[in-house]
């Protein structure tokens, strides 16, 4: 069995390694994810009930009802969210990934990313920025008038200009971004760079409004997670591509909700894997104490299951000033992480370690053996709905999940 499932994993390894994931459109998630209700909400993390879910996951909830016209405020909204004409579905259910609350519903633009290598495709929400957002469960007017302009006025320019440009090779920006500086989540501030130098020159050629056109640069200017939208989907398809291999024991999902953390292994289908979300240990905003902080929560998470983000933590030294720690820390968490994969990423490269490749593949049996659990970095939200963000830090995902995830492979595939 041993190998067996070796050279299942390196099936795995090797269908995440060649991925090629290629941004070729801005759509709607009604017209772009698959099985897309009007009536439907997607949300970060595995499966959770309206009574289960967490307060900014029920705040975002709430905002996206308002923002869809199906609600007038925050108690029609509430009602309507606990009457069960909702239906409540994860992001990874759907081709999707969500950050933080990760919601999304019908009118919501979405970017389209294919995995060029395999066919494998995935979407996410364009990033609202940072502070009071949706994703953190703030829902004010402010809040939705910003949604609102994002649909009506950013996404058709920015539609016009991908068009214009033509597909964007998402590897390479994020391999470039890697050696600028980021890690993938929560440092994207050279990501971001890279995609306005690409996109720029065919926005100002657009027949727009010019006071349009500034405002659409100034946001993305202003905007260092704008990045991060697009590395999630880019993720999502490259890691797809390695599920449902018999005797793989690679890890194809992470993801929180805010009341569980979830994972999904690759020879063992769609089932999931859970346990409690933890507590993130990390730096907070002036006026707020680990005392607001809600659990854990989010599907940006899917940039550690590719080998980038926590991971990756040693090209990004500078990522301690938004979630804590030290340099030398920065290095340790990727040093650390090559314990617990089954390859190096040949395209993701880390300067300060000599341009070795960022560790890739997380196995779940060397996760259990050694006891190191992924290393994740993440924003924090409050726990109250619509609040909305108060500070970034680091997070450990439950043992729990590792380990009911173990025993049924070994109950499906022998000791």
């Given at each position: 069995m041993k190998a067996k499932m070796e050279e299942a994993n390196q099936e795995a390894a090797s269908r995440i390694l060649k991925g090629k994931p290629t941004l070729i459109d801005?759509?709607?998630a009604g017209e772009a994810i698959p099985e897309m209700k009007k009536n439907m909400i997607l949300h970060a993390g595995p499966p959770v009930?309206?009574?289960?879910?967490?307060?900014?996951m029920r705040g975002a909830i709430m905002g996206g009802l308002m923002l869809e016209g199906m609600a007038d405020n925050k108690e029609e909204a509430e009602e309507l969210a606990a009457s069960g004409d909702i239906v409540f579905e994860p992001c990874h259910h759907h081709s999707s990934v969500g950050p933080m609350a990760g919601v999304v519903t019908w009118s919501m633009p979405v970017w389209v990313i294919e995995n060029r290598t395999f066919g494998t495709r995935a979407h996410c929400t364009l990033n609202e920025g940072l502070g009071k957002v949706l994703r953190y469960g703030a829902f004010s007017k402010d809040v939705i008038d910003r949604l609102k302009w994002m649909a009506e006025e950013l996404t058709p320019i920015l539609r016009k200009a991908l068009l214009g440009h033509g597909e964007i090779d998402m590897k390479t920006l994020i391999?470039?971004?890697?050696q600028m500086g980021d890690e993938g989540h929560n440092r994207n501030r050279a990501g971001t760079s890279l995609l306005i130098r690409e996109l720029a020159p065919h926005i100002v050629l657009l027949d727009e409004?010019?006071?349009?056109?500034s405002k659409v640069l100034a946001f993305l200017h202003a905007n260092d997670h704008f990045f991060l939208n697009l590395t999630m989907p880019s993720c999502k398809c490259t890691v797809d591509a390695a599920a449902d291999i018999e005797g793989s024991s690679v890890i194809v999902t992470m993801a929180r909700n805010g009341t569980d953390f979830g994972i999904r292994v690759s020879g063992l289908g769609d089932r999931w894997f859970t346990g409690p979300a933890g507590t993130v240990d990390g730096l907070y905003l002036p006026g707020f104490s680990a005392e607001d902080a809600a659990r854990d929560i989010g599907d940006s998470v899917i940039t550690e299951?590719?080998?980038i983000g926590g991971f990756a933590m040693a090209a990004a030294p500078a990522i301690v000033k938004f979630v804590g720690g030290s340099a030398r820390d920065a290095l340790n968490f990727t040093r650390q992480m090559y314990e617990i994969t089954v390859t190096e990423n040949d395209s993701y490269q880390i300067p300060g370690l000599d341009f070795r490749g960022t560790p890739t593949a997380i196995d779940l049996v060397k996760v259990v053996e050694t006891g190191i659990l992924p290393a994740i970095n993440t924003g924090i939200a409050h726990k109250e709905p619509g609040v909305g963000m108060v500070?970034?830090?680091?997070?450990?995902?439950?043992e729990k999940c590792f380990h009911d995830a173990l025993e049924a492979f070994v109950e499906k595939y022998g000791d």
């Open positions: 801005i759509s709607t009930t309206w009574d289960r879910m967490c307060g900014p391999s470039q971004a890697l409004d010019r006071e349009k056109i299951t590719a080998g500070g970034a830090g680091l997070v450990k995902p439950p």
